[in-house]
């Protein structure tokens, strides 16, 4: 690796040190063991030279760069008791002061980096979990507006994949070493998730046309973009030398325009969904009724009666339909967030993707719905959620396997979840201008609810018709004469 000599640091000369064909050092002429490292990439980091008791050289890397956090008044990520393994982020003149403690140390016979590898040879291999547990979590709470939803998103996508009875059905990545995951497993984990994705929805993957896929692979690559990112800063905390999903060698994303899947529901297709959703009540009445004649048979207590809805669905869709709102925003509702008699919903500032609170008024059908559930929980507290598993009782984390067979038994095409908020927005305009639609949904930019709005033939028509008294007083259409014989 070459050296650039010897310049005292500051914030303009380490700005001024663009990346290479090749990683450089940088050596401090104020500290001359202090140097900054300059990879291929532009990243940029700290580390303290010294020599060993046998005599050859070694280093420890201190931090990542922070040019700014000194003039800014900016805080500045440091390992501490809630985040031992973070790597911290220094200005020059904390890099300095940290380099100089290692060297008094050295001085004192303390070899750093041997107590940083026996530290993690205790410690173990830094699996993914831990690593978004800790020094990723760190990171993204720092930076990122949407951390909470990304390391949500991580944990739900990449734990093991299991059945209702506990049973693992395929192997995720959380408990796997960081070094163990290849671009390999990372692909048969994206067939996996695809082929699973298809059979919910009710087609065979062995059948499926490459148009058909192409929404579900690019679920799959979001995930996979959000584990890519993980991967890198793993790489920037020394927990690999490569990202392994980058490069040639990396898992390709294919670039789908998500605007080419989206459409609202036809008033056909959302009454087949709702009559798929009233024939899976009386399906699970029917069978909970054999199941207690049976149970009569033998003497065996009988299993509760349901009430006026067999679980969560009909009333979660209900809600849906009637405020466009988010699916994670209905799911993480809890029951002090609905004013019943006031006949609104409140989508809290901690629940909402732009983190700002909104209330969004409610229908008299979405009102009914919520007050009929709520009559049938078990005495609901404030906090409590509102809509809750029936396998353990505690809040749902998503609804993409009912929704799958609700598609397939109501003989719909593939529609996720999301587009009934497009289906909203599409209604309200045609009563409403764009600035109600943007309120209702809750979008900061209103270039957002642009990508919502899905005028039909009707309604393009009605506006197109409009104009017609203006086109009709000035267009005229006359037999042309007879030429003169």
């Given at each position: 690796?070459?050296?650039?000599?010897?310049?005292?640091?500051?914030?303009?000369?380490?700005?001024?040190?663009?990346?290479k064909?090749?990683?450089?050092?940088?050596?401090?002429?104020?500290?001359?063991?202090?140097?900054?490292?300059?990879?291929?990439?532009?990243?940029?980091?700290?580390?303290?030279?010294?020599?060993?008791?046998?005599?050859k050289?070694?280093?420890?890397?201190?931090?990542?760069?922070?040019?700014?956090?000194?003039?800014?008044?900016?805080?500045?990520?440091?390992p501490?008791?809630?985040?031992?393994?973070?790597?911290?982020?220094?200005?020059?003149?904390?890099?300095?002061?940290?380099?100089?403690?290692?060297?008094?140390?050295?001085?004192?016979?303390i070899?750093?980096?041997?107590?940083?590898?026996?530290?993690?040879?205790?410690?173990?291999?830094?699996?993914?979990?831990?690593?978004?547990?800790?020094?990723?979590?760190?990171?993204?709470?720092?930076?990122?507006?949407?951390?909470?939803?990304?390391?949500?998103?991580?944990?739900?996508?990449?734990?093991?994949?299991?059945?209702?009875?506990?049973?693992?059905?395929?192997?995720?990545f959380?408990?796997?070493?960081?070094?163990?995951?290849?671009?390999?497993?990372?692909?048969?984990?994206?067939?996996?998730r695809?082929?699973?994705?298809?059979?919910?929805?009710?087609?065979?993957?062995?059948?499926?046309?490459?148009?058909?896929?192409?929404?579900?692979?690019?679920?799959?690559?979001?995930?996979?973009?959000?584990?890519r990112s993980?991967?890198?800063?793993?790489?920037v905390?020394?927990?690999?030398?490569?990202?392994?999903?980058?490069?040639?060698?990396?898992?390709?994303?294919?670039?789908?325009?998500p605007?080419?899947?989206?459409?609202?529901?036809?008033?056909d297709?959302?009454?087949?969904?709702?009559?798929?959703?009233?024939?899976?009540?009386?399906?699970?009445?029917?069978?909970?009724?054999?199941?207690?004649?049976?149970?009569?048979?033998?003497?065996?207590?009988?299993?509760?009666?349901?009430?006026?809805?067999?679980?969560?669905?009909?009333?979660?869709?209900?809600?849906?339909?009637?405020?466009?709102?988010?699916?994670?925003?209905?799911?993480?509702?809890?029951?002090?967030?609905?004013?019943?008699?006031?006949?609104?919903?409140?989508?809290?500032?901690?629940?909402?993707?732009t983190?700002?609170?909104?209330?969004?008024?409610?229908?008299?059908?979405?009102?009914?719905?919520?007050?009929?559930?709520?009559?049938?929980?078990?005495?609901?507290?404030p906090?409590s959620?509102?809509?809750?598993?029936?396998?353990?009782?505690?809040?749902?984390?998503?609804?993409?396997?009912?929704?799958?067979?609700?598609?397939?038994?109501?003989?719909?095409?593939?529609?996720?979840?999301?587009?009934v908020r497009?289906?909203?927005?599409?209604?309200?305009?045609?009563?409403?201008?764009?600035?109600?639609?943007?309120k209702?949904?809750?979008?900061?930019?209103?270039?957002?609810?642009a990508?919502?709005?899905?005028?039909?033939?009707?309604?393009?028509?009605?506006?197109?018709?409009?104009?017609?008294?203006?086109?009709?007083?000035v267009?005229?259409?006359?037999?042309?004469?007879?030429a003169?014989?």
């Amino acid at each position: 690796m070459a050296d650039k000599g010897r310049i005292k640091l500051n914030n303009r000369v380490i700005d001024g040190c663009k990346p290479k064909a090749a990683p450089y050092d940088v050596t401090d002429a104020d500290t001359p063991q202090l140097v900054l490292r300059v990879s291929a990439t532009g990243h940029k980091s700290f580390f303290v030279r010294y020599r060993r008791k046998d005599g050859k050289q070694t280093r420890v890397k201190l931090g990542n760069v922070s040019t700014d956090a000194a003039v800014m008044g900016v805080d500045v990520l440091l390992p501490g008791e809630d985040n031992p393994n973070a790597t911290p982020t220094l200005t020059v003149a904390q890099a300095r002061s940290k380099a100089r403690e290692i060297l008094l140390s050295v001085e004192k016979g303390i070899d750093p980096a041997a107590k940083k590898r026996e530290r993690r040879e205790q410690e173990g291999p830094m699996t993914l979990r831990r690593f978004l547990d800790g020094p990723y979590a760190s990171f993204v709470r720092t930076n990122l507006r949407s951390a909470e939803n990304t390391l949500d998103r991580l944990a739900a996508a990449f734990d093991d994949q299991k059945n209702d009875k506990g049973e693992v059905l395929h192997s995720g990545f959380l408990d796997r070493p960081l070094v163990d995951i290849t671009a390999e497993a990372v692909n048969r984990w994206k067939a996996y998730r695809v082929s699973q994705a298809l059979k919910d929805a009710g087609i065979k993957p062995k059948t499926a046309k490459s148009e058909d896929m192409e929404p579900f692979r690019a679920v799959g690559d979001r995930h996979i973009a959000c584990l890519r990112s993980a991967l890198s800063y793993a790489v920037v905390c020394g927990y690999l030398p490569t990202n392994p999903l980058k490069g040639e060698r990396g898992v390709k994303l294919q670039k789908v325009d998500p605007r080419k899947h989206i459409r609202p529901f036809t008033a056909d297709e959302q009454t087949k969904l709702f009559k798929a959703v009233d024939a899976r009540e009386e399906r699970m009445r029917r069978e909970l009724a054999e199941w207690n004649a049976k149970r009569r048979e033998t003497g065996t207590p009988e299993l509760p009666e349901f009430g006026y809805f067999t679980d969560y669905v009909k009333p979660l869709l209900t809600l849906l339909f009637a405020t466009g709102m988010r699916r994670g925003e209905a799911l993480k509702l809890q029951w002090r967030d609905a004013n019943l008699d006031g006949a609104t919903v409140t989508v809290r500032m901690e629940n909402a993707k732009t983190k700002r609170e909104r209330t969004i008024p409610l229908t008299r059908t979405a009102v009914e719905a919520l007050r009929l559930w709520k009559a049938q929980c078990a005495a609901p507290f404030p906090e409590s959620p509102v809509f809750t598993s029936n396998r353990h009782g505690g809040a749902l984390g998503d609804i993409k396997k009912v929704w799958g067979k609700l598609l397939k038994d109501g003989g719909l095409p593939h529609l996720r979840v999301h587009d009934v908020r497009h289906t909203v927005a599409t209604e309200i305009l045609k009563r409403k201008d764009i600035a109600v639609v943007q309120k209702v949904l809750g979008h900061a930019q209103i270039t957002t609810t642009a990508r919502y709005l899905h005028p039909d033939e009707g309604q393009m028509r009605e506006a197109l018709e409009a104009m017609e008294d203006r086109h009709s007083n000035v267009v005229a259409f006359q037999q042309p004469a007879e030429a003169a014989e």
